[in-house]
């Protein structure tokens, strides 16, 4: 009878400890939870309230990198104003300017009906007054959900390299945007790239976690002054997709009906750039009547150019490549002998 109780016993004690094993196995990877979207969240992607499509989501932190004289400041300042006609109450911290360029962007500022902060051009206050006016809103009933605050530029406002003033500020402009504010931060790119030639935000990483979106303004800058500048989106809380504005020598900004790829026409660019000697010396062969392959070959090595390499250029400038984009300068025909003819497009 003993030996009976004590084995019931022993099997209940089993059954408590594996009970408890699979209670700690579970509370171990309660964390998971916080990866998980929650149903508001994901409504959140699949129907985002577009302030600017595909740039700009209402009550959302977004952060807008671009290089010096990227273009963020004249993108953002046609974008206000597009802003002001859907309604919205606009206003634009600018404290990366100087008092030249000032008064036309405060005149156009005001016919456009959005309000241009520049704290630093009055006397007596700075950028940290407006910081403080905001934390006040922190205390009031105010619906912030009509409301829009660009700040240019973030590096300006703060130290980005300082991870302490940055978590500070960014709590502000979290609190905001659960009142409803829309915040968009403009900030400067480094001067290097990552391994693939992507653009790197100037900061410490946690600015990445810190905002609802971060969207690299990558440009393109013609000889004639104007620019191309595509987004490039790098964290996203909603379904974007990639769009080109078009800006032309006088600042004026039109959104293109086309996205251009700035990547890979830079990459095009450099790539004509790098062959532009052995085309034309190629072209300078078919001209003097050298029109097979092998008697290209036999011209280019007069010029120190390899038989590798003009293999290659002929291939990537043949009229017969789909494979790229790239301007043709050639077509090729069969000859005798398994030759290949060349001649001038």
Not at 5 to 10: G, H, L, P
Not at 187 to 214: I, M, Q, S
Not at 277 to 295: H, M, W
Request: hydrophobic share 40%; net charge negative; proline share 3%.
């Amino acid at each position: 009878m003993n030996e009976v109780i004590k084995e019931k016993s022993t099997l209940k004690a089993t059954k408590l400890t594996q009970s408890a094993n699979k209670t700690t196995q579970s509370n171990i990877f309660q964390w998971t939870d916080d990866f998980i979207l929650t149903e508001s969240e994901i409504n959140a992607i699949t129907e985002p309230e577009w302030i600017i499509e595909n740039l700009v989501i209402s009550g959302h932190v977004i952060l807008i990198p671009a290089e010096p004289n990227g273009g963020k400041t004249t993108i953002f300042f046609h974008l206000a104003s597009e802003m002001v006609k859907q309604g919205y109450d606009v206003n634009y911290v600018n404290i990366d300017i100087s008092g030249g360029d000032a008064k036309p962007l405060a005149i156009s500022a005001k016919n456009d009906g959005f309000n241009l902060l520049l704290p630093d051009l009055k006397v007596g206050i700075s950028v940290d007054n407006v910081m403080c006016k905001l934390i006040d809103l922190l205390d009031s009933d105010a619906d912030l959900s009509n409301t829009v605050f660009v700040f240019d530029t973030l590096k300006k406002i703060l130290n980005v390299l300082n991870k302490n003033t940055a978590t500070r500020f960014f709590k502000l402009m979290r609190n905001l945007s659960a009142k409803g504010m829309t915040i968009i931060l403009l900030a400067h790119t480094n001067k290097y790239t990552d391994n693939d030639g992507n653009p790197v935000f100037e900061g410490t990483g946690d600015l990445r976690a810190d905002v609802d979106e971060l969207i690299y303004l990558t440009p393109q800058k013609h000889e004639d002054g104007s620019m191309t500048v595509t987004t490039k989106p790098d964290k996203v809380r909603g379904s974007f997709e990639p769009i080109t504005f078009e800006i032309d020598a006088d600042r004026n900004v039109t959104q293109a009906t086309k996205v251009v790829d700035i990547f890979k026409e830079t990459a095009m660019q450099q790539q004509l750039d790098d062959d532009k000697f052995v085309v034309e010396s190629i072209r300078g062969a078919i001209t003097d009547g050298r029109l097979t392959q092998k008697e290209i070959i036999e011209t280019c090595k007069d010029v120190d150019i390899g038989e590798r390499t003009v293999k290659k250029v002929l291939k990537i400038y043949c009229e017969s490549n789909t494979d790229n984009d790239f301007p043709k300068q050639w077509v090729k025909t069969k000859g005798e002998k398994n030759s290949f003819i060349f001649a001038l497009v």
